[in-house]
């Protein structure tokens, strides 16, 4: 996390506040967003964007690893989820543990649309999703994926 915790904790929470109004969301009408941080302290915004197809519903949580895995970061130190009583789906849990550790932080923020009174609740990815599915306690994964990823990019670098 950046200098000043505090200072980072309100900006990625005020990144998450911004992507909610920005939900695509007009079956539920049930708007979230979404903003992760990276151990350098880049800020991720998504939110949920849903579809006439209802099954291809995407959630804010996701959107926004997805959008911070697509520019290149791959571990999240801290989340922020904003909604009406917004937690995060058994889904996305799994998600966010899959680019986590044991520290990282989750802000649950419950913001009244009408007064704009956020009330907010700090825990754990881990704690949200004990006993997850572990890539790497499972064998499937080497400790850094991403290493594997660019070894693979520079073989087929070479072969050209
Ligand atoms: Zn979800």
């Given amino acids: 996390m950046a200098k000043n915790p505090k200072r980072s904790v309100e900006r990625l929470i005020e990144t998450a506040v911004q992507a909610q109004k920005r939900a695509y969301c007009p079956y539920s009408r049930y708007p979230v967003g979404a903003a992760v941080m990276t151990a350098g302290g880049r800020v991720f915004p998504g ?3 849903e579809n006439a197809s209802y099954g291809l519903a995407m959630c804010a949580e996701r959107a926004a690893i997805y959008h911070a895995v697509a520019s290149g970061f791959d571990s999240i130190v801290a989340v922020a989820v904003v909604g009406a009583a917004a937690k995060p789906c058994g889904a996305c849990r799994q998600v966010m543990h899959e680019f986590s550790d ?5 802000h649950l923020v419950d913001l009244n649309p009408t007064t704009g009174r956020r009330k907010i609740v700090k825990t754990t990815v881990y704690k949200l999703l004990p006993l997850a599915f572990d890539p790497l306690a499972s064998g499937l994964l080497p400790k850094n994926p991403r290493n ?3 070894r693979k990019t520079a073989k087929t670098k070479k072969r050209k």
């Fill in 102 to 106: 044991k520290d990282t932080a989750i």
């Fill in 148 to 150: 594997l990823l660019r």
């Fill in 47 to 49: 939110c949920n964007v």
